[in-house]
């Protein structure tokens, strides 16, 4: 069964940085495009950031351009996002997922989703 | 950047009822659409993938269509395991909006 499995969220400082990290189990991880994606609590999903499948293409909201980045170790089967300069509208749950389709220039419907990590941006 | 609108913003039924909800993309998606389930604190499901397309193990009752700037999802008759919140997403371009959700109650 495909499996994605979040981690690194926690509580943090505003101005300060944090890494996530989602780790793939059963399927070729390096074929597909991965996103993140964040759902701050009680609102919609917002899509975050997503990168090709060898980790050159790469793209981002607008709200976390110049602050976060997204890069993917794909010899470890996982996928990162660098967040710095943390502010309090960046509390959220944090979600990785899978673009259904092998990633060939043009991303896809997500059909796999991990559980999700919580990131709480607060002094 | 492309925005998605979805109404109604929520709706009250009743099991067995049909009932259907709409997605409007400010500019084309052509049918680069999906529709996602999301139950309460749990990730979403994808349910309707390329704008009629059903995910595999979702039930037939589940339907979805349109193209361009319009569509819809329809549930022929509504399940008690159905009440939940509904997203549209375009992933024509980047950045990869979701619309703001479509929540089911019971009414």
């Known amino acids: 069964e495909v499996h994605l499995l979040e981690s690194g969220g926690g509580l943090i400082q505003p101005g300060g940085s944090l890494r996530l990290s989602c780790t793939a189990s059963t399927f070729t991880f390096k074929n597909y495009a991965m996103s993140w994606v964040r759902q701050a609590p009680g609102k919609g999903l917002e899509w975050v950031s997503s990168?090709?499948?060898?980790?050159?293409?790469?793209y981002y909201a607008d709200s976390v351009k110049g602050r976060f980045t997204v890069s993917r170790d794909n010899s470890k089967n996982t996928l990162y996002l660098e967040m710095n300069g943390l502010r309090g509208d960046d509390t959220a749950v944090y979600y990785c997922a899978k673009d259904q389709t092998p990633f060939n220039g043009r991303f896809d419907v997500f059909d796999i989703w991990g559980q999700g990590t919580m990131v709480t941006v607060s002094s | 950047d492309i925005q998605m609108t979805q109404s109604p913003s929520s709706l009250s039924a009743s099991v067995g009822d049909r009932v259907t909800f709409t997605c409007r993309a400010s500019q084309s998606v052509s049918t680069s659409l999906h529709w996602y389930q999301q139950k309460l604190g749990k990730p979403p499901k994808v349910v309707v993938y390329s704008a009629s397309s059903l995910e595999s193990g979702v039930p037939s009752r589940f339907s979805g269509s349109g193209s361009g700037t319009d569509f819809t999802l329809t549930i022929s008759s509504l399940q008690p395991e159905d009440f939940a919140t509904y997203y549209c997403?375009?992933?024509?371009?980047?950045?990869?909006?979701f619309g703001q959700g479509t929540k089911v109650e019971i009414k």
């Open positions: 997403q375009q992933t024509y371009s980047t950045p990869l909006t």
């Open positions: 990168i090709g499948g060898d980790g050159r293409d790469t």
